[in-house]
């Protein structure tokens, strides 16, 4: 057992002591109200699947009550799929597209929060278990990306995700050989932390435990295994820095090439 065991899919699945219902509550609603589960399931199976105009605007008037808090003029695109939706946060004019899943797995303060004017691209997925994941204003992330945390993950505004990045996820031990992997614990190396104006390009991993500071670029399908300072350029896998960017100070946008 390790201190994530109560988060983990398998050991909420194969629960004796957890009738079918009660995992699907504690695994996708996040709480046991009866009512709450009835208007989700209401939403989910005959709003989330409506494409076009009709499907927006049903969304918006109907799916802000599941959520912990929706901001205005929130847009929710269609096939969303929400884990524990009391426990995400979502801000004024944010858009989250069409086939993105928002999961929080945990009850005790794990949350996911989004700032005003983000936009979640179509097929992201944010999911934390047992951890937090924290998006601040202006920030774009593309499609098709995997943000996890079992800890904290940060973004600060205005910064650019690429499309296909991968971001955080947890570390497998892997000491004892007498054991697969999946059953071993999992643990986590202290979350990812993205500073402000920050841009990532298409296809980058940055491993959990890492900063990268405000202002920084990091080259596409890079891989970030270690801190990125800010207004640094980091290429390859793993990244190292090749350039750094001028601070607002020293002048407008040029960049220095690293000896
Ligand atoms: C990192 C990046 C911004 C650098 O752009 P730049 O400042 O114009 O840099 P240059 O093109 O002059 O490249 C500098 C060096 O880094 C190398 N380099 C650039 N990007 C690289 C990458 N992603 N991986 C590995 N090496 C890279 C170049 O080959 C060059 O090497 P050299 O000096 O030996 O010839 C750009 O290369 C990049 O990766 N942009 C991301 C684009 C993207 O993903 N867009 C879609 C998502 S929004």
């Known amino acids: 057992m390790d201190k994530y065991s109560e ?9 004796p002591d957890r009738s079918f219902f009660h995992k699907y509550q504690d ?23 409506i494409q076009g105009m009709l499907g927006l605007a049903l969304r918006k008037l109907l799916f802000p009550p599941l959520f912990g808090r ?20 979502i801000g004024n004019n944010t858009v989250i597209d069409d086939f993105t ?24 997925m944010l999911k934390t278990r047992g951890g937090s994941i924290e998006i601040a204003d202006h920030v774009h992330v593309g499609p ?7 800890s904290t993950l940060l973004i600060g505004e205005y910064s650019l995700i690429g499309s296909n990045c991968f971001i955080g996820g947890l570390h497998h031990g892997y000491e004892d050989s ?7 614990p999992l643990d986590n190396r202290g979350g990812v932390t993205i500073g402000k104006d920050v841009w990532l390009g298409a296809g980058v991993t940055v491993l959990d435990g890492v900063s990268i500071g405000d202002s920084a670029i990091i080259g596409a399908s890079s891989v970030i295994t270690r801190d990125i300072p800010a207004y640094s350029i980091a290429v ?12 607002p100070s020293d002048g407008a946008a040029s960049t220095k090439t690293v000896d």
């Open 70 to 89: 929706v901001g205005r003029r929130v847009v929710f695109g269609h096939h969303i799929s929400i884990r524990s939706p009391g426990n995400i946060q």
């Open 101 to 124: 899943t928002l999961s929080v797995r945990g009850s005790t303060g794990q949350h996911i929060q989004l700032g005003d004017n983000v936009l979640i691209g179509r097929l992201t």
């Open 178 to 184: 007498d054991k697969p992997i999946m059953q071993q």
């Open 7 to 15: 988060y983990r899919f398998d050991n909420i699945i194969q629960d």
């Open 144 to 150: 098709n990306c995997h943000l996890g945390t079992a």
């Open 236 to 247: 390859g896998s793993p990244a190292k820095i090749i350039k750094q960017r001028s601070r």
């Open 27 to 49: 695994l996708v609603i996040g709480n046991r109200r009866i009512g709450f589960l009835f208007y989700f399931e209401v939403c989910t199976v005959l709003f989330n699947p």
